[in-house]
């Protein structure tokens, strides 16, 4: 049993039998949607389908990041038993949280001077987050210290691949990660953009791909471009989605083209944060490979 917890945020898209099986502790994100709140908590309360049918039926979804005092909160029970704490947050190209647990760290040092509290940006997203922490859980069940595996994960976390594309626009021009004027262009001439998250955690579109059918297909050869090893990469693969039908298409795509990979492909729900600005009809596919560049 290692003296420190491994701690993230729950918009690592994951669920929370996967999250107990590898000891994992995560604070929940706050949502509103129509004007009541919901925790993000992996859908023990508020499920990410519940939320794709209220934004299809026209509901407006916002998020809020998780506050200083929830860090407190949330932090204080680990430090009181002596517990060290490895803290790996949301991308700070996506939210500001990183800041407040920092914050929060500062506050907790002060009280519990003798503990360590390491907080790291994970540069991540969604389920590609949660491969992140995926890997590592197991470098700490291997038995690296704290210190050992906070250099492991800023040395190795730009080497995530996120790639992702959506066959409806609405929520990325709502978001501004689509302009307007081409997001109508695109709705009409059926483009599906493909998009990665740079080497700033932010989400950037790539390219313009023409038909879902095509971008299922591209995503698939992304991998094949940046994958360690290419088609030999053995490493795991992570798909999160709001598109069920497409996301099977994609993970048998990938099945095809990577043999080796270390155990089975897993698909997760785009939970309710990252879901509320990417809306319905995206697939996002994760895996180790080149590290990031732009």
């Known amino acids: 049993m290692s003296d420190y917890i491994l701690s993230c945020c729950s918009t690592i898209d994951l669920t929370n039998e996967w999250v107990k099986d590898r000891d994992l502790h995560y604070i929940p994100f706050n949502i509103i949607v129509d004007g009541q709140q919901y925790k993000d908590d992996m859908g023990l309360t508020f499920s990410p389908q519940n939320l794709y049918k209220m934004m299809e039926a026209g509901a407006e979804a916002k998020t809020s990041q998780v506050g200083i005092g929830e860090y407190l909160d949330y932090f204080t029970p680990f430090l009181e038993e002596g517990k060290d704490i490895l803290h790996v947050s949301l991308s700070t190209g996506i939210s500001g949280t ?9 506050q907790l040092l002060e009280k519990y001077p003798d503990r360590k509290i390491i907080v790291l940006d994970s540069m991540a997203a969604s389920s590609g987050y949660g491969l992140l922490m995926e890997y590592a ?9 704290i210190e050992d595996l906070a250099a492991w994960i800023e040395e190795n976390k730009l080497n995530l691949n996120h790639w992702f594309f ?4 609405t929520y990325y021009i709502k978001g501004g990660r689509v302009s307007k004027a081409a997001g109508m262009v695109g709705q009409v001439l059926s483009i599906c953009p493909l998009l990665n998250v740079d080497l700033e955690g932010r989400l950037i579109p790539r390219e313009k791909v023409r038909t879902k059918k095509k971008v299922e297909k591209r995503i698939v050869e992304k991998m094949v471009e940046n994958a360690e090893g290419g088609k030999d990469y053995a490493g795991k693969c992570f798909i999160s989605t709001s598109d069920y039908e497409a996301s099977d298409r994609v993970k048998e795509l990938v099945e095809n083209e990577f043999p080796q990979l270390k155990g089975k492909i897993h698909i ?3 939970g309710c944060t990252i879901g509320s600005h990417t809306g319905p009809g995206t697939v996002a596919l994760f895996f180790m490979g080149n590290k990031r560049v732009d």
Do not use: P, Q, T, V
């Open 98 to 106: 990183f800041n407040s647990a920092c914050l929060a760290k500062e």
């Open 268 to 270: 997760f729900d785009i």
């Open 166 to 169: 959506s066959n409806d626009l």
């Open 137 to 145: 859980c197991d470098k700490r069940d291997e038995g690296m210290s």
